[in-house]
Structure formats: C-alpha cells, structure tokens
C-alpha cells in the first residue's frame, strides 16, 4: 500500500513537471518585439540616473510603455521603472493619492467638475505645483472587420454610427456599397461586438462617432458602450470574437487587428478616404489643439477632421508628471525616462506594436516640457 | 469518515456508556499542555474563520450602503447600471437572473452526471479501472477556470450553435428557448456557459459523491441483496439513501463554484449593451455578478462605482449563504428521517 502510494505520488510529480516544462516552453513573449533601439554604449551619467520609478494607469499604452521600459533598463541597468496598466481612472487616482510617480491615461487630467472632485485641482494640491499632461503614444482604433472577399472596405463616419447602432444591419445594405462602389458586398448579417468593460478605446471610437456624425450617433461619448451588439472583454475578447465571426466588426486598437488579420476599413470623414498608418495618424495628431497651457500639453483632437490624409480615429495616452517633483531625488530619474520615451528612436519604434510615432512638432513640445521638469 | 456528508461521523455515533460525541466531552480533556494548545488553536481557528466571514459581511455592507443609499433606481428589480454621476440608476435584476439561469443549468446536468460516475466507480467499475478513474476525476477539479474558459470559447463554443439553433427550431415555443431580443448569435450565451459550467462543476459532485458511496455500510448492500434486490435496487434502496446527504453538500459546493465563478464567465458570455430589452432567453447573453465585478474592477476610480460593485457583490454574498442554508435544512431533514 505504501509503495503503492509512492508511485502514483511519483507519477504526478512527473505528470507535472511535464507540465509545467510544456506551458514554459510555450511562453513566449510576443510583445516584445525585438527592434533594437540605438543603445548608447557610452550613455553618459545624466542619462541614466540610478533609482526606481512606479506609475500606473492606462492599459492602452502598456504594450508601448513596457517597450519603452525595457529598452531604458537595457540602457540604464541601474534603473527600475515600474508601470502597472490597471487602467486609467486607477491611474489617476493613485497619483492623486501620491502613490505613483507618474499616471498614465488616456484622458488629459479633467478640468471640469465630474462626480464632485476636478481631477487637474486635486492633482495640483498632491504635487502641490500644476500637474502636466504629457502626450506620449498615440493609438489608433481601428474599424476591424471579418467579411470573406472583402479585403477593402471604406468607411464613412454616418455609416459605421449605423451600422454600430443597428440601423443597418446587412452587409450589402445601400448604404455601405453606395459608399464602397465596385466591392461585392455579400447579403450577410453584421455582427457588432463592443468592449463589455469600460474603456477609453471606447469612449475615443464614440467621440469620432459623435463628433463627425451627430445626427446618427447623438449619445454622449463614453467609457461605457451605448450602441448595439454583442460585448466581449477587452481588446482580445473583441479581436478572436470578430476574427471567429464572418460577417463580425468590431472598433479595436490597431495592433489587435493587425494581430488577428482582421480587415481594417478605410475611414472617409470627408476628405477622401484614409487608410490607418503611422504618417495619417501622425498628421491628425499634428493637427490636434494643445488646451493646456504652457507646458502642460493636453491636446483636444479634432476627431471630425476633413484634411485629407488624416486618420482621424485615436486616442492619445498621457503621461502625468508633477511639474515640480514632491520628491527631488527622482527628477533625474523621470526627466531621463520620459526623454527615452519620447525619443524619435523609441517613438520609432513603438510602430511595430500599433502606435503610431509622435509627429515631430509635438515631440518637440514633449521634450520641452520635459527639460523644464524641476 | 470525512465529514463532508454534512453529517461527521461523531455526531451520529453516541459515545460510550450512551454519553454525548465524543468531541463534545470536555471531560475527556486532561488538562495537560498538548491539550491545552491543540485546543486553544483548534479553538482560534474557528474564531478566526467566524470573525473573517462576519468582517467581510461588514466591510460589504459599509462599502455597499453609501452607494445604494444615493441609487435612484429599484436596486433588485432594476436591470439598469448606470453607476457613474450625481444619480446614479443600477439594480441588479439582470444580474441575478444570469448567474442563477446559468448555475441551474450547470447543476441540472452536473448532478446526475456527477452522481452517476460515481456509481459507476464505486458500484460498477472493476477494480483496476476504478482507481485511475477516480485519479483522473480528481484532476479535472484542479484544472483552473481559465483553461475551461478558453477551451469552452476557443474549441468546444463553435460547435454549440447548431444544437442552440436546433432547440430553439423544435422548443422555441417555450420562453427559455425563444428567440433573444438584441441578437447573440455566437456562443456566447447563458445556455452555453451553463454547461461550461457543469463540467467544471463535474468533478466536485463525482469526488464527494464516490466518497460517500464507497461508505456505505457493507451490512446495508449485503441485506438488500439478501433480500433478493438487484443490483440497481440495491443502489436505489442501499446506496443512494445514504449517501444522499453527501451528494447534496457536494451539490452545494458544485454550485458555489458556478455561483461565483468569473474568468470562464467573462472569457465566454457576450455582455449586452446598455438599455437591452428583457429577455428569458437562455441563448441571451448578459453577466454575471462575479463576471460583472471583474471585468469592471479597474475603473473603481470612485468610491460611488466601487460601492454600486460591491453591493452587488454583497447580493452574491447573501444568495451563496440562503443556497447553503437550504442545503442545511435538506440536510438536516434527511437526518430526521433516516435514524
């Protein structure tokens, strides 16, 4: 019997092991993509500042700021830099509570009331100097869509506001081959689905809606789905549930649809249709509105843009930065690291993972700010 | 015996001399140092598990009641969520109905399954196929949720959709077959986490069901096929009655798992948008409560929305311990009954 016991003991273990050796084997990381970034041997000590740095927030930009952070701590092996993508709101409010060194999100800080606190007052009060929103990613959402033989598709902002709020709800509806002339378009369902979460893929896919067609999309932007559909989790969730689904579209971030080979709609805001790269992204970002003051660069973008060649469906990821650090020892730290990240190198190469770069005229003003950093 | 019978052994059996269980014979205790610390710990334990559960019930309760005071909506019979705002409107009728719709289809197929694998294993299998088989029963339980999420969404999902279409073609007639209002076409559905569910839940109703199935006193089986019982009225007169107390705690703790369980839940079930009409289509997608406090948990940016989450996770709280407390009275009853 105790032997007995001591072999099926044995054989778990080994059942395990095999196991656990399997899953490892498979656990590849493919979000580091391997883009060596200009790794300045000779990286001077004012570039690499030793010590630790912590920020949390938005998830829309982990993919880039893990990027950004690894080619840092190649760089600079004497620094750590944290970041947790708990998601925007999260972020905030850790670094109003002074938990995190820097928030990430993909809103500016509000400067308007919202359930009885200013987000830009409290965040003041915990640097205890104005707190500046500093753009750094820019991420594109892109219009996914599964439709068999149809491998180009173009979107204007009235149809997709249909067609996501179920008005139109077949394929070869008038509406969309009146707008896709020479495309066959099959007589099939649409099949909507919507990140069931809050997101701010979400709420910047709504303000495209709202903003360029009103009269289809009069709801308010939100985090907070309010068209029709089927929701699904994150962008993941979306991504397989449109890739699993012909006749499936779905608003995601560019890299989720590159990733699952979904098609991707050209969007036609009536300048001509535009299909989502890094240089039409770069153009809308260029074209967006700085509303913060001096150094503080919350941009407000025009999501209704008509120039031509502009992609004008994305969101901007901040980072949150105290303008005078409560804590002087880590202002090296953050001014190096926020540099890195600005850098044209780093911006480069964040492409491959589906941000499109910072176009120069904003990177200029990022790496102002940055230097003023005290 | 173990004691998940619901029924420990101690306290069926008298003592000697027709005194009390032993366990509750203070005087057998000596006073001497080993049983002095083995019962002041076995002794804070259970203050500890006790304390735990009624801080828990607290912290809910406070963190639930300033939100719930503020809802301008039925908190039950709502179906709204509107959590953010100077008004906020959430009630949790959908909620309920997708988590309780799910887990009674997964204990609807569990159980009997569940029940009948362990006759199987105890009753019917030879020997040498029922020890590997219960091995490999036992494994099924400690695979994580997650595995059956994807597996259910990724590989077992495509091919339900034909059965779903097939049950509402030929039993459309009946509400929980109808046709949904908003249109999830996918697998995604409450019917079809339901009997994701009812595999996790598998394994918990087999391992504790064998368990009481292989006690059965020897005397019991022997008598009833003395009394010229064949082999399934032996189990219907001899097995089933007494391990039925033990198959209910087991059910009990299969549908705890279902009640809560998340990650399967959200990985699988398609959420509705906002404002969605009514339905009792099982081919309805929605959420759970456990899916819902999930899948929301990084935007708790305010103690409002936190709040409207946690009273719904107080809701879950209060329905797992009614489920349990019915178990107990069914428990108790059987007790009655079979002395």
């Given amino acids: ?374 | 015996m173990p004691s998940i019978t619901g029924v420990s052994a101690v306290d069926e059996l008298p003592g000697p001399e027709g005194r009390g269980p032993a366990l509750k014979d203070h005087a057998a205790g000596t006073g001497r140092l080993g049983d002095r610390l083995f019962g002041g710990a076995a002794r804070g334990a259970g203050v500890l598990v006790i304390s735990l559960v009624t801080l828990i019930a607290v912290f809910l309760l406070s963190q639930a009641l300033p939100a719930l005071v503020k809802n301008k909506a039925n908190f039950l019979t709502s179906s709204e969520w509107t959590v953010g705002g100077d008004s906020p409107r959430f009630g949790i009728a959908n909620l309920a109905w997708v988590t309780i719709s799910s887990s009674v289809i997964a204990m609807a197929i569990a159980v009997p399954v569940g029940v009948c694998v362990a006759l199987f294993i105890t009753q019917y299998s030879p020997a040498w196929l029922s020890r590997p088989a219960a091995a490999l029963i036992d494994l099924l339980a400690a695979v994580p949720s997650i595995i059956y999420g994807i597996w259910g969404a990724f590989v077992f999902g495509p091919h339900i959709t034909g059965f779903q279409n097939l049950l509402n073609t030929y039993l459309g007639w009946l509400p929980f077959f109808g046709n949904d209002t908003d249109g999830v076409d996918s697998s995604g559905t409450i019917f079809f986490i339901g009997i994701v569910l009812s595999i996790m839940v598998l394994p918990i109703v087999t391992a504790l069901s064998r368990e009481v199935f292989a006690q059965t006193p020897i005397t019991h089986r022997e008598g009833a096929l003395a009394l010229g019982a064949t082999k399934w009225e032996m189990i219907r007169t001899a097995v089933l009655p007494f391990g039925k107390p033990g198959v209910i705690s087991a059910s009990m703790l299969g549908l705890g798992r279902a009640l809560g369980e998340t990650v399967a839940v959200l990985i699988i079930v398609s959420s509705l948008p906002g404002g969605s009409e009514w339905s009792w289509s099982l081919f309805n997608g929605g959420e759970t409560f456990a899916s819902k406090i999930a899948n929301n948990a990084a935007e708790f940016d305010s103690a409002q929305k936190t709040g409207a989450f946690v009273a719904a996770g107080l809701v879950l709280f209060v329905l797992t311990f009614i489920v349990n407390a019915i178990a107990r009275v069914v428990i108790e009853r059987r007790k009655a009954f079979s002395e």
């Fill in chain 1, 1 to 374: 019997m105790k032997t007995q016991s001591r072999q099926r003991f044995a054989s778990i273990t080994g059942v395990a092991l095999a196991g656990a050796l399997a899953l490892s084997a498979c656990g590849s990381d493919n979000n580091a993509a391997t883009t060596p970034v200009a790794s300045n041997g000779a990286a001077n000590a004012a570039d690499c500042p030793t010590g630790t740095l912590n920020g949390e927030g938005s998830s829309a930009q982990k993919n880039a700021i893990e990027e950004a952070i690894r080619t840092f701590q190649e760089k600079c092996s004497g620094a750590t830099v944290n970041y947790a993508p708990t998601g925007s709101g999260a972020g905030i409010k850790q670094f109003i509570a002074g938990q995190v060194d820097f928030g990430g999100s993909d809103s500016a800080l509000k400067t308007k009331e919202k359930d009885g606190k200013i987000e830009a007052d409290d965040a003041a009060k915990a640097c205890g100097s104005p707190a500046w929103n500093l753009p750094m990613v820019t991420g594109p959402v892109a219009f996914a869509y599964n439709l068999k033989g149809v491998d180009k598709l173009i979107m204007t902002p009235d149809v997709s506001a249909k067609i996501f709020n179920g008005v139109i709800t077949t394929w070869n509806d008038p509406a969309v081959a009146a707008i896709n002339p020479g495309v066959t378009l099959p007589a099939k369902a649409i099949k909507v689905f919507f990140r069931s979460d809050d997101s701010g893929t979400t709420d910047n896919f709504t303000k495209w809606l709202n903003a360029a067609a009103p009269a289809a999309w009069p709801a308010e932007p939100a985090k907070k789905w309010t068209g029709k559909g089927e929701g699904k989790p994150q962008n993941t969730g979306v991504a397989t549930a449109v890739k699993d689904t012909d006749g499936g579209v779905t608003y995601t971030e560019w890299s989720f649809a590159k990733d699952n080979n979904l098609g991707i709609a050209q969007i036609d805001n009536g300048g001509g249709a535009v299909e989502l790269s890094a240089d039409s992204v770069g153009k809308s970002v260029a074209t967006a509105k700085q509303v913060g003051t001096g150094n503080d660069l919350s941009l407000k973008l025009d999501y209704a843009t008509k120039e031509a060649g502009a992609y004008p469906v994305l969101l901007v990821t901040y980072e949150i930065v105290c303008s005078k650090a409560k804590d002087p020892s880590k202002v090296a730290l953050t001014k190096a690291f926020l540099k890195h990240f600005s850098s044209a190198d780093t911006q480069k190469s964040l492409e491959a993972l589906g941000y499109a770069p910072l176009p120069d005229a904003v990177q200029t003003k990022v790496t102002a700010a940055i230097e003023a950093l005290s």
